[in-house]
Structures are given as structure tokens and as C-alpha cells.
């Protein structure tokens, strides 16, 4: 066996399970590793300004790719940083790899104030992370990336933890290198699979409801095949965009706070399949008990929190998609025309026109405007929130959402990580004023790694879903909501990006329309009014 550092064995590892690159910030005890990295050149390393931003880079650049995204940072302060976005890699079910230093091992327990010493800091990461360990010898930190890897790529994707002394990254000893595996997805039960069709073949008004599960398994064609052997239209989740075309016949949208196509549809239906969703929010409070409900999904903790379901499927979605596809081999007695799915489409479409008419003009400009397969990462931001209803996605990987977390500022940096790892396609990240400034320091990460996102910053000098609250359930007594606001686009300019400042939202055609072929990331500041949000 070859005789290595830790730090070596780390790299080696991380190259062997097929990373290409790795987000992180510098720091004395992971010194080792970046050596390592430097050395071996098989890795990219790309340096951020903030533990946080390295995090949220992994997660995008793994949710529009499907691989897993790695950062690296130091205990303590670092990796407390990163734990916001490792708690939205959670939420958004996405495979991140966080590998922290750790104060050298004759520290840990004693409490002596050693550089950047927390306590257990394991149990920090423990209700945000699939699985975690800390590797005390150089020996064994192969195993260790192999270890995690695996629960990264099996069941429900979500985030690990890995931290490693600082003594063991500069340990040498004698190290065996393992070769990745592919672990199979989980298969679905026969005796499930085939109660789940004959459900489905007897249905009436079947509705199918995708979540986000769909994306992660790579199931969106196997969904559309079967929604239209089905002729089933289908609803997603904000998360579950791009599981079927919005521009399919058979696509309603996507459902957000009771907004949608799901309280015309579901209330309907006789035959409901979700598919990879915790479908555990508005839609359904209106199911009623002759309704059946079909529940496919990875994480079978997730079926036993949500509603009883007349048949539940612990498997893979693509798997047990595909299962139903071979059950189904004919169509089925529904009775959905394609009148009537067109109709619900054009009353969800009159209805978002009526409350958001100038957020829907922006989202129909962005699509007309953009290459089909551009990403588009939505922020917490009154337009965004608009975009999980209203922006039509065309393929799978190509909407991001930080799910549940809703965390302010994720959006700029998990658009860098989008296009570290989809560098030929667009990338826009839809940011509200304030939630720009969390990351807008990025921007001297963005220009010289030539990450060429463009960033849409919707300024109205508030944030504004806290002021909304605000002026609906206070009387209008607001604090702590207005913004003071820098020049985005002159201080995109200095830091070497390209800044344009619009005076109204109608000029945003012309404006992406400039930057098509930039060679340099973009920052676009389009002023609005302070505007309703869908709840």
C-alpha cells in the first residue's frame, strides 16, 4: 500500500468517487488537503469568500447536476457557517459532501480553547445531515469517503458530514485506496406494485403529484410516459419542476401555498399517485376518504409522516415508474379530456394574472428570452415566489428551489455552483435586494473563475415578504424592513463583472438579450414597487 498523508489520502479518495471540483475557503487545518489537491491537479478548487457560499455552491452545482457537490472549510467558525446551507441542502433532498477540519486530535473533549474548538461538533450538524463521522486515523479516511458516498447515493439524497483532525489530514501512513461502487436503487415491493396499478388502471379522474424525488432519481421521462398512458395530468411541487415539460398537454404547474392547479384538480380526483413528495402541505387537507392515495418514495420515514395511503411504496422512483409502466401496458378508463385540462390551465393562468400581472410580464419575458435548457435558480424574493407558479420549466435540473429552508441569500452562490458544473448553459438567479447581499461579495469568486451567471436583483429598498406581514397583521407598524441599498450594477462593475441598471421591468428583454454571449457574469437591477406575495 502507498505511504501517504491524510490530506493526500482525502484527495485521492475524493478523485477516486469522481469529484471534479470542490467549494471551500482556506484555513490551517484543512492546509493539508488543499496541498494535496494543489498537487495532484485531478480537482478543481474553487476558493469563495464565505464558509456559506461553498455550501450553497455544492448544492447547486449538485442538484442541477445530479453528482455530488463537495465543500471544505475548517471547524468552528467555518463550519458553523456552512451549516445554513448544508440545512437547505437538507430540505432540498440534494447529495452534499461536507468535509470539515477539526482541532487536532489530543484537543478534542478537553476544552482548552484550542484554534477554532466546538465541542462535538457533530451534534450540530446531526438534525441537517444524513450521516456523519469524524476520522481519527489517515487509514482510514478512504473507507470513510467511500462510506459517505454511499449514503449520498442511496435512498433520499441529503447532505453528510465528514471532519478530520488537523494532525490526521498531516499523518502519514500506509493507505489502501478503495474503488467507488454503484450502488442499485431500492427496488419496489411486487405485491405493492401491483396493488398501486390496479388502483391506477380502475381510476376515473386519476391526478398525479410530483415532487422533487422525481428530479433526484432522473424518473422525468418515466413520469411522462406513464401520466400519459394515464392520461393523467400532472401537478408538481415548486421542487418537482421539470418532471414533466410546463408546456406538456398534460402538465397543470406547480402547486405553492394553496395557489395552483391543486384545488381545482385534487378535490376531483379519485385516484391520487404521489410520486418523491412529502405532499404533507395544503393539498392534503382536502382529500376525502374514498379518495385513493398512491405514495411512492425513497425515504420511507417521509410515507409515515405524511397522509394514510391506500397503497405506500418504499423504492427508487424511477424504478417503481418504470415497475408501473410494464403493469400498465394499455391505457386506462380515464376520463379527463384534454378540454378539460386546458381549461383548468387557463383559469390558474387568469387567476395568477389578476394578483401578480407585473411579476407574470417578468417571468413571460425570462422564458421567452432564455434557451430552453437554462437554469433558473429562484430566490426568496416576491418574484421568485411568483416563478414556482407561473415560469414554465422545459427539462429536469433546470429549477432550483431552496424547499422548505426558504433561505434568504442561497441564491446567487447556488447559481455559481449550477454553472460550475453545467458551464455551457445559461444560469439565472432570480435575487431580491436583500437576499443579494448576502453573497454579493461572491462576485470576486464569479469573475475570475469566469462563472458567467446572470443575476437578476428585484430592488424595492424592503424586505419585502417581512413587510407585507407587516402591513396586513400590524396595522402597518413596520420595522426593521426598509433596505438601504448600494448601486448593484456599479458595484457589479468594480468587482469586474458587468452591471446594468434598468428603470423598469420592461426593459428586461432588451437587457438579457445584451448579455446572451457574455463573457463575464452580469448583474441585472430591475426597481419594483413593493408588490403582493402568494401568501
Not at 430540505?91 to 461536507?98: E, R, T, Y
Not at 481519527?136 to 467511500?146: K, N, Q, R, S, T
Not at 435540473?397 to 447556488?414: D, E, I, V, W
Request: with cysteine.
Amino acid at each position: 500500500m502507498p505511504v501517504m498523508t491524510g490530506g493526500e489520502a482525502l484527495a485521492a479518495s475524493l478523485a477516486a468517487e469522481g469529484t471534479d471540483v470542490v467549494f471551500g475557503l482556506p484555513g490551517v487545518h484543512i492546509m493539508e488537503a488543499l496541498d494535496a489537491i494543489y498537487r495532484q491537479q485531478r480537482i478543481r478548487w474553487i476558493t469563495v469568500r464565505h464558509e456559506q457560499t461553498a455550501a450553497y455552491m455544492a448544492y447547486g452545482y449538485a442538484r442541477t447536476t445530479g453528482r455530488v457537490g463537495v465543500a471544505m472549510v475548517v471547524p468552528g467558525p467555518g463550519a458553523l457557517n456552512a451549516a445554513a446551507a448544508i440545512g437547505t441542502a437538507y430540505a432540498g433532498s440534494a447529495p452534499v459532501l461536507l468535509v470539515s477540519g477539526q482541532v487536532e486530535s489530543h484537543h478534542l473533549g478537553k476544552k482548552r480553547g484550542a484554534l477554532h474548538e466546538v465541542e462535538d461538533q457533530l451534534d450540530v450538524f446531526r438534525p441537517i445531515t444524513k450521516w456523519g463521522r469524524r476520522v481519527l486515523a489517515a487509514p482510514e479516511i478512504p473507507g470513510a469517503v467511500h462510506e459517505a458516498m454511499h449514503h449520498l447515493r442511496t435512498g433520499r439524497p441529503r447532505p453528510v458530514e465528514m471532519e478530520i483532525p488537523k494532525d490526521v489530514m498531516e499523518a502519514k501512513a500506509e493507505v489502501g485506496l478503495l474503488e467507488p461502487d454503484g450502488p442499485a436503487p431500492a427496488a419496489p415491493d411486487p405485491a405493492a406494485m401491483r396493488a398501486a396499478a390496479s388502483a391506477l388502471a380502475a381510476a376515473r379522474y386519476p391526478v398525479i403529484w410530483a415532487g422533487g424525488g422525481v428530479i433526484s432519481s432522473n424518473a422525468g421521462e418515466d413520469l411522462t410516459r406513464l401520466a400519459e398512458r394515464l392520461a393523467a395530468p400532472v401537478i408538481t411541487t415548486p421542487e418537482g419542476k421539470g418532471s414533466i415539460r410546463e408546456d406538456h398537454p398534460l402538465s397543470l404547474g406547480a402547486a405553492f401555498h394553496g395557489f395552483g392547479p391543486a384545488r381545482r384538480t385534487l378535490r376531483r380526483a379519485d385516484m391520487i399517485l404521489a410520486v418523491g413528495s412529502r405532499f404533507n402541505l395544503g393539498p392534503t387537507s382536502g382529500l376525502s376518504s374514498d379518495q385513493k392515495l398512491v405514495r411512492i418514495d425513497a425515504d420511507a420515514d417521509e410515507i409515515r409522516r405524511g397522509p394514510a395511503a391506500h397503497t405506500a411504496i418504499v423504492a427508487d422512483a424511477r424504478a417503481a415508474l418504470r415497475s408501473l409502466l410494464e403493469l400498465l401496458p394499455g391505457g386506462t378508463g380515464s376520463n379527463w379530456t384534454p378540454s378539460v385540462i386546458r381549461e383548468i390551465r387557463k383559469q390558474v393562468l387568469a387567476e395568477l394574472e389578476q394578483m401578480a400581472p407585473v411579476q407574470l410580464s417578468i417571468l413571460r419575458t425570462l422564458r421567452q428570452e432564455l434557451e430552453e435548457d437554462a437554469i433558473v435558480v429562484s430566490g426568496t424574493n416576491n418574484v421568485a415566489y411568483w416563478a414556482h407558479l407561473a415560469f414554465p420549466v422545459l427539462r429536469p435540473r433546470a429549477y432550483l428551489t431552496s424547499s422548505y429552508f426558504a433561505t434568504l441569500g442561497y441564491a446567487f452562490p447556488a447559481a455559481l455552483g449550477a454553472k460550475t458544473g453545467n458551464p455551457r448553459s445559461q444560469v439565472v438567479a432570480l435575487c431580491g435586494d436583500g437576499g443579494f447581499m448576502y453573497a454579493l461579495p461572491e462576485l470576486a469568486t464569479a469573475v475570475p473563475e469566469q462563472l458567467n451567471v446572470v443575476v437578476l436583483v428585484f430592488a424595492d429598498g424592503y424586505f419585502g415578504s417581512c413587510l407585507h406581514h407587516q402591513q396586513r397583521g400590524y396595522n402597518g407598524r413596520a420595522i426593521g424592513t426598509r433596505l438601504h441599498n448600494p448601486d448593484f450594477a456599479r458595484v457589479a462593475e468594480d468587482f469586474g463583472a458587468r452591471g446594468i441598471k434598468l428603470s423598469g421591468p420592461d426593459e428586461l428583454g432588451p437587457a438579457l438579450r445584451s448579455v446572451r454571449d457574455a463573457t463575464r457574469p452580469t448583474v441585472i437591477e430591475i426597481p419594483l414597487p413593493h408588490m403582493p406575495t402568494p401568501f
